[in-house]
Structures are given as C-alpha cells and as structure tokens.
C-alpha cells in the first residue's frame, strides 16, 4: 500500500545499522533506495496524487511504528477505536452474597455504579522546508522526518501518561513514597505488593505490574538487590552482570524509560521518580489513525507535511500505584 519507493527505502534503513557492523551489501541497498526516492521525487514532484501516496505512507508507517514498536502498550492498558467512538468505563459493585440457613431469609443489596468518560486530545507534528532543498534530498528528509515522529509520538505519549499519574499522585497522596534517604528494599517490596494486592483481574486476566524509571532509579534496584546487607541476592547479580539491569522484580516486570526528553533534549521525567502500577490503573485510548497531509504555500516556496491524531487519557485507580521519590537522585 502507498509509495513503493519509499517503502523500499524505509526497508533498506531499517536493515542498514550504521552503529554496528552493517554489511557492504546492506549499505550499497540503501543508497540505492535513497536515489531512487530523489530521482521519483523531482519527476513527480507536481502529480498531487504522488504527494497522497507519500501522506499515507507516512501516516501507515507511524501507526504501525507506535503500536509494534513502542513498550507503552506492553504496560498500560491501550484501546484503538473507531475517529468518532467515545470511550466509557463503568465498574458495577455492591452485590452481596449471604451465607444462611437452609430456607432462610436472603438480605438484600443494591448495585451502585461508577461511570469514567475518556477526554479526547490530539497531539501532532507540523513542518516546513524549503521546496527546492527537500526536492534535492527528498529520500534523506522523509526518512528523517519518520523516524523523528514516531520518536516524538511515543514521548509525548510518555510525558502525557506521566503527568496524569503526577496529578494523580501528588506528594499529600498515602500512595506517594518519599525515600528522603535513598530507595530502600522495604520501601520497594511494600510498593509491589501494595499494588499487586490493588490490582484485580481484568476480564479474568490479571493484568501485569510494572516498575518504571529513568536509569538512574533503575540502577538503584539493581543496587537494593546486591547489597550484602539488604538480603543479597545471587541470581540477580549474575542477571545484572549480564543484561546490566533486572528484568523482574518479585513479578513486576522492570521497564527502562529511554525517551525521556523533548524536542531539545530537556528531560520531562524527573529522574529521581519510580513508578509501581498495575496496568488498569488508567486507560489510553487512540480514536482512529494518524492523519497526515502535505501542501505547498502559495507565496513562497515551502512544503509543509502535518501529522495529527486523537488521544484521551485518564486515571481512574490511583490505588494501583506508588509513586517513590528519592531524595538522593537529581531530578
């Protein structure tokens, strides 16, 4: 589907590795592929149906990029639905099962409902070059351009998720964790199973705990769980030697964040916070896919490629999360 073109060129980067070992024969490929996207570019730069094909390539790549490339769905509970649905979560209690007697009298118990409506958000990406220096290296732009997206995408999506459960959990909450001291192993193993115990199946699956930090609080499990005198632990020094970090903590999968930082560099993650959540502790929702267009300005000679889709985000049980701060870590 789309431009084959460039999908052959998005293939022969993603087969070129220029930070290992790449073969001669995956470079030559590659340069290939970029030449042959300039040479298609400035010959159907004026056919606006090649300039669609582009739009939707670029629009494909980025919504599959997300959805198999990206860990957040692995961690936090993510719907994509139709552009117009709208999301609502009820949750049903108060029925009681009594224990009587034989042809006893069975109390009554009334249900009571509560009822979650997801807000809707876009977030997107807008930019302009000069129509000659993109009709000079057109192969190159567009490929940057992709893959900067699908890499500002996942971190805007991050920086959201992470401000709902600061506003969720702000440091007068009983599930803010305040390590003034540095993390300690009680403090970690009460989080997780303060959590886990929070957290209930979902559809009769139980849904995953996640531990999630920068490197600098990652490193410091690491550190909990090697020390000779907070109950030292073999196999995880031998995992740490070897992959650098855990992958599991008594059950909660550990997950590293890398995309921390915005589009200069500036971290939105304080690097001093952990995270302990259970994955229904709040909801994503993508409405539709990624809609993408270009166009030419009429005075002056720059092309435009915009990128936007609907997001909505809530947090709706607080409860299946610890928020820990540690006060010897900068921010």
Same mark, same amino acid.
């Given at each position: 589907?789309?431009?084959?073109?460039?999908?052959?060129?998005? $293939?022969?980067?993603?087969?070129?590795?220029?930070?290992?070992?790449?073969?001669?024969?995956?470079?030559?490929?590659?340069?290939?592929?970029?030449?042959?996207?300039?040479?298609?570019?400035?010959?159907?730069?004026?056919?606006?149906?090649?300039?669609?094909?582009?739009?939707?390539?670029?629009?494909?790549?980025?919504?599959?990029?997300?959805?198999?490339?990206?860990?957040? !769905?692995?961690?936090?509970?993510?719907? %994509?639905?139709?552009?117009?649905?709208?999301?609502?979560?009820?949750?049903?209690?108060?029925?009681?099962?009594?224990?009587?007697?034989?042809?006893?009298?069975?109390?009554?118990?009334?249900?009571?409902?509560?009822?979650?409506?997801?807000?809707?958000?876009?977030?997107?990406?807008?930019?302009?070059?000069?129509?000659?220096?993109?009709?000079?290296?057109?192969?190159? %732009?567009?490929?940057?351009?992709?893959?900067?997206?699908?890499?500002?995408?996942?971190?805007?999506?991050?920086?959201?998720?992470?401000?709902?459960?600061?506003? $969720?959990?702000?440091?007068?909450?009983?599930?803010?964790?305040?390590?003034? %001291?540095?993390?300690?192993?009680?403090?970690?193993?009460?989080?997780? !199973?303060?959590? /886990?115990?929070?957290?209930?199946?979902?559809?009769?699956?139980?849904?995953?705990?996640?531990?999630?930090?920068?490197?600098? /609080?990652?490193?410091?499990?690491?550190?909990?769980?090697?020390?000779?005198?907070?109950?030292?632990?073999?196999?995880?020094?031998?995992?740490?030697?070897?992959?650098?970090?855990?992958?599991?903590?008594?059950?909660?999968?550990?997950?590293?964040?890398?995309?921390?930082?915005?589009?200069?560099?500036?971290?939105?993650?304080?690097?001093?916070?952990?995270?302990?959540?259970?994955? !229904?502790?709040?909801?994503?929702?993508?409405?539709?896919? /990624?809609?993408?267009?270009?166009?030419?300005?009429?005075?002056?000679?720059?092309?435009?490629?915009?990128?936007?889709?609907?997001?909505?985000?809530?947090?709706?049980?607080?409860?299946?999360?610890?928020?820990?701060?540690?006060?010897?870590?900068?921010?």
């Amino acid at each position: 589907m789309g431009n084959s073109t460039m999908a052959d060129l998005l $293939a022969a980067r993603a087969a070129y590795d220029p930070f290992g070992r790449p073969k001669q024969a995956d470079v030559d490929q590659y340069l290939r592929a970029r030449a042959a996207m300039d040479d298609e570019a400035r010959a159907k730069w004026d056919d606006p149906s090649w300039h669609r094909e582009i739009a939707a390539l670029i629009s494909s790549r980025l919504d599959y990029g997300f959805v198999f490339d990206s860990l957040f !769905t692995t961690y936090f509970e993510t719907r %994509t639905v139709g552009e117009f649905d709208q999301i609502e979560l009820r949750e049903r209690r108060g029925l009681k099962v009594f224990f009587t007697s034989r042809g006893g009298y069975i109390d009554e118990s009334q249900l009571n409902e509560q009822r979650w409506t997801l807000p809707r958000d876009t977030i997107g990406f807008h930019v302009s070059e000069l129509t000659d220096k993109l009709r000079a290296s057109f192969g190159e %732009t567009m490929e940057a351009l992709i893959g900067l997206a699908q890499m500002r995408q996942e971190a805007e999506i991050n920086r959201r998720m992470f401000n709902l459960l600061q506003a $969720a959990i702000p440091s007068s909450s009983p599930y803010y964790v305040n390590a003034t %001291t540095g993390l300690t192993k009680p403090q970690l193993d009460s989080a997780v !199973t303060a959590v /886990m115990d929070a957290v209930k199946p979902s559809n009769g699956v139980q849904p995953p705990v996640t531990i999630l930090g920068r490197r600098a /609080m990652i490193d410091q499990i690491s550190a909990v769980v090697t020390d000779p005198s907070a109950l030292f632990d073999p196999a995880a020094t031998e995992e740490i030697r070897r992959a650098g970090r855990l992958g599991v903590y008594r059950g909660a999968n550990i997950t590293l964040i890398k995309n921390y930082t915005d589009e200069n560099d500036l971290s939105y993650i304080p690097a001093n916070e952990l995270w302990v959540f259970g994955g !229904t502790v709040g909801l994503f929702a993508f409405y539709g896919g /990624m809609q993408t267009k270009s166009w030419d300005e009429n005075t002056v000679d720059y092309t435009h490629y915009r990128g936007r889709r609907d997001i909505g985000g809530l947090i709706h049980h607080p409860e299946q999360a610890r928020r820990i701060v540690d006060g010897t870590v900068t921010p």
